[in-house]
């Protein structure tokens, strides 16, 4: 399966500020997914990441306040807009193809304050 | 209602016994069905995916689906310390984008 690099691996951020999370696959994948896992909670899918297209968002999230890039099919970046400690939580990428899916990366530990 | 289920747990289990663990999901067109085991402070692992209804094993793992019942288990024998996490139930409805349960936590004894 493939191996999926996250950076970084945490960052304590203060409130109104952004923060860029990279996500880089080893191998082609069709599917790139991003989820939040918000403190004591299970994961919640924000948005698949289209590779040369706008990202489709889950109900809930938006553009603005989650931007997404794909810009080819071994790489991502999920941006957290104006943060506030409200997005205080681990962000995952997820990738999948036609064979396998649901293999996740290390995650990005996010504390706002 | 929640679109996957999860006992929240902890389920408290003794070293060598069998732990059980039960999902039902809501949407009838749930298409795949997968277990991760997730350690405090880490990333989800997938431990084993199911697809036909009956039963999958790997190892000391098995999945059960009943797509009939809308339900999936898992089965961990000889549980052993390392064990202990949190695990999670996930069905894909689309391939790729995950729904989780909220996870049961599990608890080896010795």
């Known amino acids: 399966s493939a191996v999926i690099s996250q950076k970084p691996s945490r960052d304590i951020c203060q409130r109104g500020t952004s923060l860029t999370i990279q996500c880089q696959v080893d191998?082609?994948?069709?599917?790139m997914f991003w989820y939040r896992q918000q403190p004591g909670q299970s994961l919640t899918l924000i948005a698949t990441a289209n590779q040369g297209s706008e990202a489709t968002y889950e109900s809930g999230f938006v553009i603005d306040k989650f931007p997404i890039s794909r810009p080819n099919l071994t790489f991502s970046t999920l941006t957290v807009s104006n943060m506030s400690p409200e997005d205080s939580s681990i962000y995952l990428c997820?990738?999948?193809?036609?064979?396998?899916?649901?293999?996740f990366g290390s995650g990005t530990r996010l504390t706002v304050v | 209602q929640k679109e996957v289920e999860q006992n929240s747990g902890p389920l408290s289990v003794p070293e060598g016994a069998i732990a059980s663990l039960n999902c039902t999901y809501s949407d009838r067109v749930s298409q795949s069905f997968f277990w991760y085991r997730q350690y405090s402070g880490k990333s989800p692992e997938l431990i084993m995916s199911i697809y036909s209804n009956g039963d999958k094993e790997d190892g000391r793992f098995t999945a059960q689906l009943n797509k009939a019942s809308q339900y999936v288990s898992l089965l961990i024998r000889d549980s052993q310390p390392s064990d202990s996490a949190t695990y999670l139930c996930?069905?894909?409805?689309?391939?790729?984008?995950?729904?989780f349960g909220a996870g049961t936590q599990v608890v080896v004894t010795p």
């Open positions: 996930a069905v894909t409805l689309i391939w790729g984008k995950l729904q």
């Open positions: 997820s990738v999948a193809n036609r064979l396998n899916v649901g293999t």
């Open positions: 191998s082609q994948v069709t599917m």
